[in-house]
């Protein structure tokens, strides 16, 4: 498997623009993450998706943010409009849930953005 | 409010030697634990987890102990690599029943050859 894939790898752009990040998780997976890492917070979550359902968005800043999941292959995270303040290396993880089996999360190479 | 504390932010130990990464958290309902190693432009990936109803997880190298009275868990790596040298997070799934995870600040570990 080729494991849980981002695009970009590297966004730059500049305030006030819009910015799609980008995730395939593994195949057969039903949850998917999104996370962020900053020097001042670490990594924290964004948002989670279960079999394609919002479970939880309580982590995510701001209404300039949105992230959906239309089929279990592929969700992005959107934020419009962009502030320097969220540049960060955003990363995409999944993993495999069911009934009180949890597995461990795969993180993707992450979206390092950088908003002047 | 951190509810998994990573409280030293770098370790440097010597090839060979033991490395001992802690782990402390807040909330005693919390029931799965793991760690993740990290290096420089990758994503973070899975070491080892350990379940409440244990109080240590060995696989090769690693080993990692809970002490569920203290709240803290530690990870051991004998002997150290200098691959080994990497940022280590330790994570919870919570007491919740989900799959999300909360993670500590991490730890970056340097081994010294």
């Known amino acids: 498997d080729a494991g849980v894939i981002q695009s970009p790898r590297h966004e730059v752009t500049e305030m006030g623009q819009e910015v799609t990040l980008r995730c395939k998780p593994i195949?057969?997976?039903?949850?998917l993450f999104w996370y962020r890492q900053t020097m001042m917070r670490g990594l924290e979550l964004l948002i989670y998706?279960?079999?394609?359902?919002?479970?939880?968005d309580s982590g995510m800043p701001e209404d300039r943010f949105s992230a959906k999941m239309p089929n279990a292959s592929f969700s992005t995270l959107k934020i419009q409009p962009s502030e320097p303040r969220d540049s960060a290396v955003y990363f995409c993880?999944?993993?495999?849930?069911?009934?009180?089996?949890?597995?461990?999360?795969?993180f993707g190479p992450g979206t390092r953005l950088t908003v002047t | 409010d951190q509810q998994v504390k990573q409280n030293s932010p770098s370790l440097s130990v010597q090839e060979g030697r033991i490395s001992i990464l802690n782990c402390d958290y807040t909330?005693?309902?919390?029931?799965?634990f793991l760690w993740y190693k990290k290096y420089p432009a990758e994503g973070p990936t899975f070491l080892i987890s350990?379940?409440?109803?244990?109080d240590k997880n060995e696989d090769g190298r690693f080993t990692v102990f809970l002490n569920k009275s203290a709240k803290h868990l530690s990870l051991h790596i004998v002997p150290s690599q200098p691959g080994d040298s990497a940022v280590y997070f330790c994570?919870?799934?919570?007491?919740?029943?989900?799959?999300?995870?909360?993670f500590g600040q991490g730890t970056t570990l340097q081994v010294k050859p």
């Open positions: 998706f279960n079999n394609n359902v919002p479970i939880d």
């Open positions: 350990i379940s409440s109803i244990k």
């Open positions: 909330n005693s309902m919390f029931d799965y």
């Open positions: 994570a919870t799934g919570g007491s919740s029943n989900t799959g999300k995870l909360i």
């Open positions: 993880a999944s993993s495999w849930e069911a009934g009180n089996l949890r597995y461990e999360q795969y």
């Open positions: 195949s057969g997976h039903n949850s």
